[in-house]
Every structure is written in C-alpha cells, then in structure tokens.
C-alpha cells in the first residue's frame, strides 16, 4: 500500500502499440495526473530534454542511485541502463496526484510487486502486423532492432494475465483507446479497497 | 459466468441515496445499457405501468415464477412480494447489451452468487442526515415507514466491504455521480478476467 491519496497506473505491452501517444493524451487530459519519468544512462536523441522526457545519468550516478535502492525497477536495452526513480512517484502521491508510468512488460511486475495497489494495463495494438508498420515508420531503428523487437512483444503476450486491464488500440481509433483508459483511471478511484475503514466509518456516523 | 458479451451491474445501498435518478440517467445515456426490471405483488402507484416501472404480477403468478427457478432474487416489503425476473437478463446479456439492477443490499448479493462476474456497485448519500430530508421530500411514505428505512440503511452500511465499488451521491453534484458510474460501466469491459483465453490467443496470432 502506497502512502498518500494519489494512484499509481502503469501502462504497458509490446513496443510500437502506441503507448507514448496514449500517455501523453492522457497527462494532458487529466488534471492531476503526472508522467513518471524514467531515469536513464543513453545519450539524449535529438529534440529530448533532461527532466521532460527522461532524466539523463552518467552510468556512475545511475550505479549510485540503484545501490541506494532510489531506483524501484531497471532495465538494460541496446547497451544502455533505465530505470524508475521512486522518490517522483511516492511524492507525486503523497500530494494526492496520480502517476502514470509506461515500462517495459517486466518492469511493470516490478512495480506492481513494490506497489501492490498500482492499476497494470496492457495496452496491445489491434493486429500484430501492424505493429511492424509502427515500428518502421518511427525510422529511429534498425531493421534488427525492429526484428528483436517484434520477438519481444511476442513473448510479452504471456504475461498479459498478470495485468488488471487490456485494452486495444485500434489503427485510426486511437481517440476510442484513449477514452477506455481515462474510464479506468477514473474508475479505480472507487473500488472498495481504496476505501480505508475509516472513511466508510465517517459516511456511517454522518 | 454468464452466457454472453453483456455485463450485469448492480446499484445498491441505503433507500434515498437517489440509486433511482441515477440509474435511469445511466440508461438514457448508454445506448447499450438495459433497465432490469423487477416483478411485483403490490399495487401499482400512480404513473407506473406495467413491463416498464414493474412486472405487475398475482401473487400465485408470483409464486408460480419462484417456483419455477425463474426469479433470481425475491424479497417482502410492506406485505407485498418483489422479484428479479432471471430471463430478461440472460437475453439481454445473451444479445450482447448490458443490464442493471437496483434491488436491495441482499438482493445485491443473491445476485453476485447467481453471476459471479457481476459487478456491485454500493451508492450512499454524501451524510445520513441528508437520508431522512429525500425520504420526508418523496412523500409516498409514513413518518413510521422511514424510519424504519432508514435503521436498514444504517445496517446495509456493514455490507459495503462485499461490493466493487462504492460512490457518493452528493447533494446537488449528482452529476459527477452519474459520470462516476459511467466510468465504471465503460471500464469494467477492460478488465482482464472479461477476456477469454481465446481471445487474448487472437491478439497474440494476428
């Protein structure tokens, strides 16, 4: 159990769903709720700032952050390190705001596993096939890394019933996924374990 | 498990918390979303009509439906027998639309071990105290009827825990309730358990 009035979601599933666009429409939409931002070892791609889109370390105080347990899950990918800073996320809750993060399908568990009340949604583009296309059109791989991806989110289908949601993002209905997740975050707010006794105590006795 | 792409919805929780306004809004607003509507031995009231407010049934006809495992819930009130007809759910859910319910916090229950896949939704006034005001303003009852109504609100509370959800129905922010039970309508078609391994196979396959 979290400490602090906000939620923690984390959306995940295969690379070239459409996870990123999805996140950010949401961050947008909902007023108080904040995007995780990962922590990360790579050289910063064109256009990518420090504290927007990651928070970019030197391997060394990457190292530093992961042995003082300031990192909640990690990752290696193409030679590089990520991982989740906690200190965002439990503070962004302690505030009473939501945080969404978007990881890879593993790193998701990690999070459930350290929160157990954080919401899981495997989001899944409507056919794989079309995730290729996704993929090739980002121009930002190469075809192996396309390849190795694709195996990737293959794989990932197998842990699809460890999350609590699925949710589909058909090509050019992308407005009718982003609708289905805004339901689930606002919906979770009123499941009975997010009540404390206390607070059913009060609507009680009023 | 119930046959068929539907989902069952619930709406319980003490008389007056406005479960009726809400539900009926639920309904004008999901095109998808049918009332169940319950069988009675009681007298119709003026302005109801039958197959639309209530089956307005005899009381052999009544017993003849129990007894024939066609009622899924019964319960007394003030002499008079209520039931929840199990066939218009099971075709409403079989065509693919969803149903809700709004009988009392253990006709709620009956209902959840009848379908498992329910899902109870507990809806309370923002204060007791506000209980007794929309009771007095209905005045379709005895100052002695109410209170006694309002002693079984006081009990149902100690159901809560066996609901899904819980919602409060603020004095003059109904609003944000309805669009509370929207959310959760929409969502709970996401959620994991409402997928068929053959269907999450599909997305895996295509």
Redesign the interface.
Known sequence: MIAGPGLVFVVSGPSGAGKDTLVEALVERMPRLRYSISATTREPRAGERDGEHYFFLTREEFERRLAARELLETREYGGNLYGTPRDYIERSVAEGDDVILKPEVNGALAVKAAYSDAVL??V?P????HLRERLLARRTETNEEIAGRLEIG?RE?TF??K??????NEQNRQEEAV??L???L???R???HR?TDDS?EK????
């Open positions: 949604i495997f899944v409507d056919r794989f096939s293959h289908m699809v019933r999350f609590d949601y699925l949710v589909v609708r289905d805004q339901a689930i606002h919906a979770e009123f499941r009975i009540y059913i609507v009680q006795s009023s």
